[in-house]
């Protein structure tokens, strides 16, 4: 049991990497829904440098684990992934205009993915809203699938949705890291307890 406990400590001292993660979905979100019709190349360095900033928080978590949880983490891999993937962005932007929707679209549909991830993670926790969470990552599901279909008639109000999706993204993610931490914490106290 102390293990276990030493394991979810080691986790609780990472939660503002999350929050930084959240932020910056937000902080771009705003840009692409209160200047829709900034530059395109200020658009996709802005793209850019938030998948980089995103990495590196991801590359920063993985180095703080411990041992035994970097070996089940996948946050390397997805850190060298945003990092990549923002660079490319930057690099290849002139290239990019026409994908926006899909690299947006998949975005959300890969976020909603991993938060089914989370919901597990609630309910063997025996969390009480445990479905909120599964709500969340519904939502992020059909967001992507919409912004995939791009049913809008103008780039505007494309921009408009694709800033709004992240800019919602970003509050339910620190919601859920929030619950999730409650939660947690919950599971820590009924832990020592059976002891």
């Known amino acids: ?20 993660t959240c932020a910056a979905f937000i902080v771009l979100g705003l840009v692409l829904l209160v200047v829709p019709g900034l530059a395109t190349s200020v658009i996709f ?3 850019g440098i938030g998948c980089i ?3 590196i928080v991801h590359l920063i978590r993985y180095f703080r684990l411990e041992a035994q949880l970097a070996l089940m983490s996948n946050d390397m891999a997805l850190g060298l992934g945003w990092i990549i993937g923002g660079a490319a962005i930057i690099i290849f932007k002139s290239l990019l205009v026409s994908l926006l929707p899909i690299l947006f679209g998949m975005m959300m549909l890969v976020g909603g993915v991993i938060k089914i991830q989370s919901t597990l993670g609630f309910r063997r926790m025996n969390a009480g809203r445990w479905y909120l969470e599964l709500i969340s990552a519904a939502i992020s599901v059909v967001l992507g699938f919409l912004i995939l279909a791009n ?39 009924e832990a020592k307890f059976e002891d």
């Open 1 to 20: 049991m102390d293990q276990r406990q030493g394991a979810f400590k080691g986790k609780l001292t990472l939660s503002w990497t999350e929050i930084i």
């Open 45 to 47: 360095n802005v793209i």
């Open 53 to 55: 900033v995103i990495g």
């Open 151 to 189: 049913p809008f008639s103008t780039v505007l109000l494309l921009m408009r949705v694709i800033g709004i999706s992240l800019v919602i993204e970003g509050i339910m993610d620190l919601v859920s890291r929030i619950a999730y931490k409650r939660a947690r914490d919950r599971f820590i106290i």
